[in-house]
């Protein structure tokens, strides 16, 4: 299988080398989430956008360009010197740009990074907040680079407002952040709402944000744009809620539902930071998204990038892209270039699912003691660059791919971020307990190259480690068949 030339993978295929620890419980215990027919003409609409499509995330990249500082509303865990916390990490400060100098960025990156398939505005305030200057960014990109698809993520307030304009400007994929469906339980989250000027406290201002939200998510549904609602999982306050909202927002045509983690800490000096709200672990937000995946289609690799955002979902390249580069880049977008690159990413997509397809255990005889037990699930942590492969070297990561992986099926269920192990040529002990603490729910740590030093203390902890350079649902299958089997 030879990669496609797009700078991501490049090493051969070699046989794994599984090494292990001493054996441990499962942590495990979740359901698949539900899958969700599409027809032909959906799947192309998603095929390369790397949020909604989970597939897709490990091979096409996108890019955020800060260009709406505005916002209408007021969110608990956001602090406005930071990005917007509804599709941003928080704690972040972007660099804001002019129309022009977004445009010009888009077109640098798209020449630099042609496997890049998306231009977001997410930021750092609310892009409806900002009309002006948002759609005219999305005009100068449609204009100058007609391939790149257009997204745009907003709270909701003015999309009635401007849903003919989105139409219009053909941008496909839109997202709004719901975290309610109950204006009490939504006068916990907004203190207040800035509505056609006037200023509205409490739950009246939350009774606008929330009518707004319905409308603007019929609009869509009626206008054919897919659409995407974040929630932010806040627990205690519309944890058990989201339940509920996911059901109306399914009803009402959403497309995804994307429920991401409360990230409050005092010093962001948000509201939930200060009055020392936590957001949620990793056990109880999985649990929330099983228990939503029976009515529809789940996002669990969202990353909540920064409103500069730039590079795979898994990788932060903002910083090879300041405003003093990218300014002094010349522009070198080639569409025929950037086709023939997504062409190879669709054929390299093509002999990964031959090859996933092979692992199959329905293809394949399985081992009488594995069909004997009922499918146990198991977790696998997975070092890699992207393109579906495990290709990334244990002290190289900066997150690892979580797997569930049950016999018949590995399947993607979230990520961990974690520090380097390598820093600076270097392994340290602490860097090391946290990465154990982060995956310790794992049976196996998947990567392509690993140390004997943090290999052993693994070991020591229960997890296998296993070396190679290959198809990662195809590595889990086969780690899954051995593991059993002891
Ligand atoms: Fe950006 Fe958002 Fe479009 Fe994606 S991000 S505007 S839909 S192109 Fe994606 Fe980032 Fe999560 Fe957002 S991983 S924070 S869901
Ligand atoms: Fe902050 Fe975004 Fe909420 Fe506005 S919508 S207050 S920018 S998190």
């Known amino acids: 299988m030879t990669p496609p030339s797009t700078g991501l993978i490049s090493s051969p295929v070699t046989e794994p080398t599984i090494t292990k620890a001493k054996s441990g419980g499962c942590g495990c215990s979740s359901d698949r989430s539900a ?8 799947q192309k609409r998603i095929a390369n ?22 916002c209408n509303i007021q969110c608990n865990y956001c602090n406005r010197k930071y990005d917007c916390a509804n599709e941003s990490r928080p704690g972040v400060v972007s660099e804001l740009l002019t129309p022009e100098e977004a445009a010009h960025k888009a077109l640098v990156i798209a020449g630099k990074i042609p496997q890049l398939t998306v231009l977001g505005i997410a930021g750092p305030g609310d892009p ?19 391939d790149i698809k257009l997204c745009l993520s907003t709270n909701g307030l003015m999309l009635p407002e401007y849903i003919d304009r989105i139409k219009q400007l053909n941008i ?23 509505y056609k000027r006037k200023r509205y406290r409490g739950i009246e201002g939350v009774k606008i944000l929330h009518e707004k939200q319905m409308e603007g998510l019929q609009a869509l549904q009626e206008a054919d744009i897919l659409c995407k609602v974040n929630s932010v999982m806040i627990p205690g306050i519309n944890d058990e809620h989201l339940i509920e909202v996911n059901k109306v927002i399914r009803e009402k045509g959403a497309f ?15 509201h939930f930071g200060l009055t020392g709200q936590r957001g949620p672990t990793p056990k109880e937000l999985k649990a929330l998204q099983d228990n939503c995946a029976g009515n529809m289609k789940m996002m669990r690799h969202c990353r909540q990038c920064r409103a500069d955002a730039v590079g795979l979902l898994g990788e932060d390249r903002s ?18 270039q950037r086709q023939e690159v997504h062409a190879g990413i669709e054929k390299f997509k093509e002999e990964l699912k031959a090859a996933k397809e092979k692992t199959q255990p329905t293809n394949v005889e399985m081992s009488p003691v594995t069909s004997l037990q009922q499918n146990p699930k198991i977790l696998v942590a997975v070092a890699t660059k992207g393109g579906g492969l495990v290709n990334q070297h244990f002290g190289h990561a900066k997150e690892f791919q979580i797997y569930e992986v049950d016999g018949h099926e590995a399947h993607f269920i979230g990520h961990r971020k974690i520090d380097h192990y390598c820093q600076g040529g270097y392994g340290e002990n602490a860097t090391l307990e946290h990465i154990i603490q982060a995956i310790a729910d794992c049976k196996a740590v998947l990567v392509s190259k690993i140390g004997e030093c943090p290999k052993e203390k693994l070991h020591k902890a229960g997890i296998q480690t296993v070396e190679t350079y290959d198809v990662i649902e195809k590595v889990a299958l086969e780690f899954y068949e051995q593991f059993i089997q002891e």
């Open 172 to 194: 496909d994929h839109v997202t709004i952040t719901i975290n309610m469906v109950d204006p009490e339980i939504g006068a916990k989250i907004y203190p207040w709402v800035h």
């Open 128 to 146: 409806l907040a900002n009309p002006d200057k948002t759609f005219r960014t999305f005009e100068l990109i449609a204009e100058k680079a007609p």
């Open 319 to 336: 910083q090879e892209f300041t405003k003093d580069k990218f300014l002094a880049m010349t522009p070198e977008y080639n569409l025929q």
């Open 35 to 42: 899958t969700v027919e599409m027809d032909e003409k959906l």
């Open 256 to 270: 995804l539902h994307n429920i991401m983690p409360l990230i409050s800490a005092p010093e962001h000096g948000t």
């Open 49 to 70: 956008h790397p949020c909604y499509s989970e597939e897709a995330h490990h091979h096409y990249a996108r890019l955020h360009v800060a260009v709406a500082p505005a």
